[in-house]
Every structure is written in structure tokens, then in C-alpha cells.
């Protein structure tokens, strides 16, 4: 190990690795180690993600981690959407420096902002909004959905045992987290150091965002601190 600051970035439920490779890519120019694991089952095919478990998403996670904890002496994890939930999982199992959530859910579906943006696709005659609830309906099979929410029930509690530093991140125009949930693992975690940030023009893939530039420079803030905090 040469002592560099290394970053475990996971992706979302049902997601690939697009949705955050924004963020690594600019956590990799700054100089840092980054390493992106793929979810076992999420290679786009339905019947893949069908045949796994929630335990088997965090397995393949936990993998890489252990790997990458070679590589570097001081490790964060960044878990978007469900990856923040499979990160507060593994912060409890591993001494890391800090974990960083962004539009993790806690409460998903903000039903009102779903009503504003079909009202939009009216409006706009585009139905660009419908048409992604609609392929999500599809695409997702119910057996993963049913492992999600399994997840997410028994992450809710652990959240109170978090005490390493935390950043809880959350756009205010994301659709399929209530913003809510940002509040609730802020409040919830035990961290003596913890930040909650919220991105008034982001939707629920924030990396890819309007807010990334301001998002990723934030993040990179939070790091620097805590990781001189703790030396």
C-alpha cells in the first residue's frame, strides 16, 4: 500500500456502470484509486438480474472490497441509489474512512414529482418521462424488486450504527427517491462528522447531472477532510 485514498463507487439497482462514471472519471484525474464493481445480475438482461439475490449484490461488492483494500490504505465507499444502501451494509463490516450516499431511498417514488413531470410530457407532447416509468415497469423483474425491498428493509435499521463520517447526497428533482431519505440516513446515523447536501437541479441520476460539477467537488471536499482529519 502506498497510503493512497482509494474509492469504492457502486452503482444502482437495475443500473450499470454509466450512471457513475462521471464521478469516476473525476475522482481518477484528482489522483485517486477508484474501483467500480459491477452488481452480480446486472448485465441488462432481465432474466439475469431474475436469478439474483440481494445477498449476492452485496457479495459482489464485498469482493472488490476486499481486493481493493490491498491497493490502498484509506478507502470510502460511494453507493448511489441502492449502492448506498449495499454501503451501509459494508461500512459496518470494514473499517473505512467515510461513506458517501447519493439519492439513496430510504422513501422511494416522490409521487408528486412523478405527477408534475407526466403533466410536463403532455405539456411538451414528448412523453419522454412516461415512457421511462413505463420501461421500468417491464424491465425489472418482479423477483429483484421483491430482493430489493428486502434490502432496504433490513438497511433501514443499521443506518442508527453507522459512526463513521457520512455525505448524504439528494436532488431536489429526482423522482424515483423522495428526497426525504436523505434526511432520514442523516439524521438516523450515529457519525460525529456528517454532511447532507441537497442539489436543487438534479434529477435521480445526479452524477450525470445539471449539479455534477458541484456535486463532484463536494465530494472531493469531503474526502480531503476527513482523510486529513484522521491521519
Not at 416509468?133 to 453507522?162: C, D, H, Q, W
Not at 447536501?197 to 480531503?224: T, V
Amino acid at each position: 500500500m502506498d497510503g493512497r485514498i482509494g474509492c469504492v463507487i457502486i452503482h444502482g439497482f437495475a443500473g450499470s456502470l454509466e450512471e457513475i462514471e462521471p464521478l469516476n472519471k473525476y475522482l481518477n484525474d484528482k489522483g485517486y484509486l477508484t474501483t467500480c464493481p459491477k452488481l452480480e445480475g446486472h448485465t441488462g438482461i432481465k432474466e439475469d438480474l431474475k436469478k439474483t439475490t440481494y445477498e449476492e449484490w452485496i457479495s459482489s461488492v464485498e469482493k472488490c472490497l476486499v481486493e481493493f483494500k490491498n491497493k490502498c490504505e484509506k478507502i470510502f465507499i460511494i453507493g448511489f441509489s441502492m449502492g448506498g444502501l449495499i454501503g451501509v451494509n459494508l461500512a459496518l463490516k470494514y473499517n473505512i474512512f467515510g461513506l458517501i450516499t447519493l439519492c439513496s431511498p430510504i422513501y422511494y417514488w416522490d409521487m408528486k414529482r412523478v405527477y408534475l413531470n407526466i403533466v410536463d410530457d403532455f405539456k411538451q407532447r414528448e412523453y419522454t418521462n412516461l415512457k421511462r416509468y413505463y420501461n421500468s415497469s417491464v424491465r425489472i423483474p418482479f423477483k429483484a424488486m421483491v430482493n430489493f425491498r428486502i434490502l432496504l428493509g433490513k438497511t433501514k435499521p443499521l443506518i442508527k450504527e453507522i459512526q463513521c463520517p457520512i455525505f448524504v447526497a439528494q436532488g431536489l428533482v429526482d423522482d424515483t427517491v423522495h428526497h426525504r431519505s436523505a434526511k432520514y440516513i442523516y439524521d438516523n446515523s450515529s457519525s460525529k462528522t456528517k454532511v447532507l447536501k441537497y442539489y436543487k437541479n438534479s434529477n435521480h441520476i445526479i452524477c450525470c447531472g445539471d449539479d455534477q460539477e458541484k456535486l463532484f467537488k463536494d465530494i472531493e471536499e469531503f474526502i480531503n477532510k476527513v482523510s486529513k482529519k484522521n491521519i
